[in-house]
């Protein structure tokens, strides 16, 4: 079935560092890939999302790539702030509303200040 | 953006008993929910998919009778635990993806902690 990995699954990083967090996919029909940020005992929130016609999508201090040959996909978040910190989890499903989203296992990013 | 909620936020039941959990799309209409559970420092694990007006597609591993999905109207899904148990204590979110194609963005409601002594 279809399965998205993630790595790492703990990053600490100092702070105005950057920090990578990499995704891969197993289902080669997904097109879009969402990013998420999760706080404890709070509903994800999308961060950025891209979709297979794009190779970069960037906003502000977030950027997000995808390189649809290889199935990877790939957070970068510039000049780390303490409120970064929390769960990240990428995730790939294909574009309709009725498709389901597989969630990558999730990595806890900490900013040391 | 569109708006999901859901109740209760959080139950505690004893063991052996029901406990049924609503998903609703605010303003907008979902053809498909989805049912997610997640268990403490771990990812969400995708339960099933609700389609309304016909049975919801399971994930391998969910027990469909254990956990009785109902959605009857293009706003409101349900989440039955029957029969619940400790191991069955959990974070369980639902999501929808709105019907009329906006965009693929999934929203998400706050979620239910249940605990199941």
């Known amino acids: 079935g279809e399965n998205v990995e993630q790595h790492p699954s703990t990053l600490s990083v100092q702070e105005g560092d950057s920090a990578v967090i990499k995704c891969t996919y197993s289902d080669s029909a997904s097109n879009y890939f969402p990013w998420y940020k999760q706080e404890l005992g709070k509903r994800p929130q999308l961060i950025i999302d891209?979709?297979?016609?794009?190779g970069e999508k960037k906003d502000q201090r977030i950027a997000v790539t995808l390189n649809k040959t290889a199935k990877h996909f790939s957070l970068h978040i510039t000049e780390t702030q303490p409120e970064d910190s929390a769960v990240y989890f990428c995730?790939?499903?294909?574009?309709?509303?009725?498709?389901?989203?597989?969630f990558g296992s999730g990595t806890r990013l900490s900013i040391r200040p | 953006g569109a708006v999901v909620s859901q109740h209760p936020s959080w139950v505690i039941c004893k063991s052996g008993t029901s406990v049924k959990i609503e998903c609703r799309s605010l303003d907008f209409q979902a053809t498909t929910m989805f049912w997610y559970r997640q268990f403490p420092k771990q990812s969400l694990m995708l339960m099933a998919t609700s389609n309304e007006g016909s049975k919801a597609t399971y994930e391998q591993g969910v027990e469909k009778d254990k956990f009785l999905i109902n959605h009857a109207s293009l706003t409101l899904s349900t989440l039955t635990v029957t029969s619940a148990h400790p191991e069955d204590s959990s974070f369980y979110i639902c999501?929808?993806?709105?019907?009329?194609?906006?965009?693929?963005?999934?929203?998400f409601g706050p979620g239910t902690r249940l605990t199941v002594l």
């Open positions: 891209i979709r297979s016609n794009v």
């Open positions: 995730a790939a499903s294909r574009d309709s509303s009725a498709s389901k989203i597989i």
């Open positions: 999501s929808a993806r709105e019907t009329s194609g906006r965009g693929d963005e999934q929203f």
